[in-house]
C-alpha cells in the first residue's frame, strides 16, 4: 500500500539517505550542513515543500517543490526534485509524488506545473513523456559563487 504525505520529523534519515542518492545521480555535492539546512526549510514549508512517498511504512521516493511568480503569470509550482529508491521504481511510485505536487499546484490555481531532467536521464524521460508536454527548452546555468 502506497501513501503520499507531506515529509515529517521521523522521516529525516530515510529522507536524507534518498536525496543524498538524488544528489550523487546529478553528480553534485552538498554539504552536510547544506542537508541539515534544507531539511528544516522543507518541514517549515513556507518556501519549500517536501512530501514523501511510503510503501508498506518505508520511505521510497521523495519530491521537493516550490512556488513562484513569473513576468507572465502570478503563481507557477516547480517540482525541482524527484526521486524514487532503485528498488521501488516501475510501480508508480513517481507518478504518484507528480500527481500530489499537481494537486497542490491545482489548489493554488497554479496555471502551470514544470520541472527538468538531464537529457540523458532515459528511465525518468519515458514516464515524463506520458504524464507531461516536453517544450523542447534547454536551460542554460551560470554560476554565481
Known amino acids: 500500500m502506497m501513501e503520499i504525505a507531506p515529509l515529517v520529523p521521523a522521516d529525516r534519515e530515510r529522507w536524507e539517505v534518498l536525496a543524498r542518492r ?13 542537508y541539515d539546512r534544507t531539511w528544516q526549510r522543507l518541514l517549515d514549508g513556507r518556501d519549500v ?3 514523501a512517498a511510503h510503501v508498506d511504512g ?4 521523495i519530491a521537493h517543490f516550490l512556488f513562484h511568480s513569473t513576468v507572465w503569470m502570478d503563481d507557477s509550482c516547480y517540482l525541482q526534485d524527484l526521486f524514487v529508491d532503485e528498488a521501488a521504481r516501475g510501480h508508480g511510485v513517481a507518478r504518484a509524488l507528480i500527481e500530489r505536487v499537481e494537486e497542490a499546484a491545482r489548489d493554488r490555481e497554479c496555471p502551470r506545473l514544470y520541472w527538468q531532467t538531464h537529457q540523458d536521464n532515459a528511465t525518468a ?13 534547454i536551460v542554460y546555468v551560470r554560476r554565481l559563487g
Open 58 to 61: 518505508r520511505l521510497v521516493g
Open 22 to 34: 538524488y544528489k550523487d545521480f546529478y553528480k553534485t555535492v552538498e554539504s552536510d550542513e547544506g
Open 125 to 137: 524521460r519515458a514516464l515524463y513523456d506520458k504524464v507531461a508536454t516536453f517544450g523542447g527548452m
Open 49 to 51: 515543500h517536501g512530501i
